[in-house]
């Protein structure tokens, strides 16, 4: 064949676009099909060259394969490029095409004969399959998401199931260790021993990392050194890869690793559905993690209505019994060895006043005196006392800005707070180690953690080396009563009393640990813009009184007595009531009482603040100081009244009278 001239009518019937190019890459002879297909007027493909017909980013590779093919040309039929083509019309839209060559001899030279079909509705028909196809695939995956026992099953799972659903080579799920220092690989399928090695010794300057710390899809296309990450048998190397991002609240808690053995592999569907199975892994995880939180929260708060009840009773125990002794002191404390073993059994008492304290702490209804802290003076504070006491194989730290704004909190609860952590940590570094006491300005103004009010906390931290706790220990670590350490050297309530002390401030406790990585726990408190105040002032000595009549309300008649007896022995006189509706008769008929002293749990469904606000219709100008157990300060603030807290002894009760009636002179 010399000519397209010789079968003109051939070379417009057929189907199919032809065009001619001579050896300079130019076009010489286009049909109709191909004017059509590309949007051109007749004879307007002429002497264009055949780039013309491609999008420009493919055109300079076009021309080397190109040079290549007219250097060795040979019959090649459509579909053996094995990669899609992509044609260009004269308006610019673009179009997938199959293209076939067959080189011919003309008298002007080598001629290569282009035989063209646009493939749009045979690639969206392809498309559609595929698409089913990964649709199945998501489907698939929720559907084990919602039978999985645990999270760890369904990971275990998903590389496989992946790799065989799809076309893709290998699999790995790989989540940041909760310091993130690095990355571990939870499951894979398809990757070989080295390259998983290399996978969780990922540092900051892998593809891994990045899309790890940044959050974002990362795709790449075509591994320039595609020997140093193989696969296995049979796929000679690796062309392409994808990390898609596991977010949990925008920040990554992991990430998908895709690799295949082709360039490019990874199109808008192929990244779909992987993106579509992260999304509803990290989902999945998400709900869990705040159900597990939640179910822990319902626990914890059951719990201390629990231990909270159970102080109550203790102190008002503790309260007979102290009186009891402070009395016996008062009578025979002068007879020899005497006041010697009262001391001791009020020091008893005073152990036994702090251990409910802690239960009231963590059940969250101690006395708190919040005032602005400056948390740089603070910790200095805390680390001069831990220098003296930690000993000298624990090096300490201090990781502090000085431009913090105050922290709204009670100071001597918080310095106890911190204090507790730091022995818990010396405690978990027994050959030594490093403590680092830190305090950072955070945010929750988008609501990210739903435990925290709207604003800015400041997180005080307490960070350490030790050998850190199992994810067992970790779902107990708050709990009352559970503890680590040898029968005698512990109760229990540390962290406790610090989970109860947070949530009772408006904040939040956070514990961040595992196995062989030590511990960091974060007390986030929240900001006040107010300045930081001096302490309160030492409480005024002990003063008697001059035959006042005081009406004592208390439910407990052991109790109610030692109040009776305490007065007597101050200079008072009194009158009791075991309810609120004798109390309210008593004030009614009786105008010489001066002082209502009431129990705030009185029994009978009407409390002390009750009591006192009735007490107050009737006398308006009546002193009111109640007492508690429970130690109840926000009620306390809230009705304005003055709560002392039961074990009480006889200077506190006295010096809360005298201010009590003198405020009324």
Known sequence: MNDTAAFPKLFETVPDALIVVDGTGHIVAANGHAERLFGYEPKGLLQLPIEALMPESARTRHQQHRAGYMEHPRVRAMGDTGQALIGLRKDGQRFPVEIALTPIESPEGPRFLASI???????????????????????RMGQLALEARDDASLIADLPRLLVEATDIDAVAAIFLRPDRSGVEVRA????????????AECGP???????????????????????????????????????VPLLDRDLAM?????????????????????????????????????????????????????????????????????GSLQLIEVEFGDRPGMSELVSSALRSVTRGAELTSKLLAFARRQQ??????????????????????????????????????????????????????????????????????AANLISNLENESEDLGHGEFIAFSVRDTGRGMSPETLARAVEPFFTTKDVGRGSGLGLSMVYGFARQSGGQL????????????????????????????????????RGELILVVEDEPDVRAIAEAFLRSLGYRSCVAANAEDALALLHDEPRIELLFSDVMLGDGV?????????????????????????????????????????????????????????MT
């Open 254 to 322: 992991g990430v998908l690793v895709a690799l295949s053995h082709r360039a490019r592999r990874f199109d808008h569907d192929a990244l779909h559905v992987l993106g579509s199975v992260a999304n509803m892994l990290a989902a999945l995880m998400q709900r869990r993690h705040t159900e597990d939180q939640l179910a822990h929260s319902q626990r914890l708060d059951a719990v201390g209505q629990l231990t909270g009840g159970i102080a109550h009773d203790f102190n008002n125990l503790l309260t007979i019994i102290s």
């Open 117 to 139: 079909r646009d493939i749009s509705e045979t690639q969206r028909a392809r498309q559609a399959l595929i698409r089913a196809r990964y649709d199945a695939v998501v489907a």
């Open 188 to 199: 894979a399928h398809g990757f070989d021993l080295g390259l998983l090695a290399r996978l």
């Open 368 to 437: 708190l005196s919040p005032r602005p802290i400056d948390p740089a003076a603070l910790l200095r504070d805390v680390e001069a006392m831990l220098r003296r006491t930690l000993g000298e194989s624990i090096q300490l730290r201090l990781e502090c800005p000085v431009d913090l704004p105050p922290a709204h909190a009670d100071a001597t609860q918080l310095d106890t707070a911190l204090v507790n952590l730091a022995i818990n940590s010396r405690d978990a570094m027994p050959r030594g180690g490093e403590i680092t006491l």
């Open 607 to 663: 409390d002390g603040h009750e009591l006192a606000r009735s007490a107050r219709v009737l006398r308006p100008e009546l002193p009111v100081l109640l007492t508690s157990g429970y130690n109840e300060n926000p009620s306390a603030r809230d009705s304005g009244f003055e709560v002392l807290h039961k074990p009480y002894r006889r200077e506190q009760l006295a010096a809360a009278i005298s201010r009590k009636l003198n405020a």
């Open 205 to 243: 300057s892998d593809s891994a990392w990045s899309a790890l710390t940044g959050g974002s899809l990362v795709v790449i296309d075509d591994l320039a050194d595609a020997a140093s990450v193989p696969l296995p048998s049979p796929a000679p190397r690796i062309g392409s890869c994808a990390f």
């Open 510 to 545: 956070r514990i961040d640990s595992r196995l062989g990585y030590g511990t960091r726990v974060e007390l986030v408190l929240p900001v006040t813009r107010s300045a930081p105040v001096a302490a309160a002032p030492t409480p005024a000595p002990m003063s008697r009184g």
